[in-house]
């Protein structure tokens, strides 16, 4: 079955940095575009980042445009988020996400495009 595993996650201060990662298994995982949400107490899940097959196109958030990077090893089956000058903003649950089409990849930030996530990893930053 699908799964898929975030880590990476922990408190930093404002300025930090942090490298998230999520382990994909159950799947072909280099025919997929995958995708980075979050989500804070008391808001909707919010679309970060998303990246292709390739690891050549990606798409980001305006709010983190700059400061994250998303990247992808289909060697290892891994997905990334580099989180550099984190905020206290950034503060969430982070989870990653597959979407749900193979034939049709869109580096698109619309949760509903996403069919497999994680269990999330929670990210806080202190100002």
């Known amino acids: 079955q699908v799964q898929l595993v975030e880590s990476g996650g922990g408190s930093v201060q404002a300025g930090g940095s942090l490298r998230l990662s999520c382990a994909a298994s159950?799947?072909?995982?280099?025919?997929?575009?995958m995708g980075w949400f979050r989500q804070a107490p008391g808001n909707e899940r919010e679309g970060v980042a998303a990246?292709?097959?390739?690891?050549?196109?990606?798409t980001y958030a305006d709010s983190v445009k700059g400061r994250f990077t998303i990247s992808r090893d289909n060697a290892k089956n891994t997905l990334y988020l580099q989180m550099n000058s984190l905020k206290p903003e950034d503060t969430a649950m982070y989870y990653c996400?597959?979407?749900?089409?193979?034939?049709?990849?869109?580096?698109?930030?619309?949760?509903?495009?996403?069919?497999?996530w994680g269990q999330g990893t929670q990210v806080t930053v202190s100002s």
């Open positions: 990246i292709n097959i390739a690891g050549s196109r990606t």
């Open positions: 159950g799947y072909s995982y280099s025919d997929y575009c």
């Open positions: 996400a597959r979407l749900a089409i193979s034939t049709w990849c869109t580096t698109t930030l619309s949760r509903n495009a996403y069919d497999y």
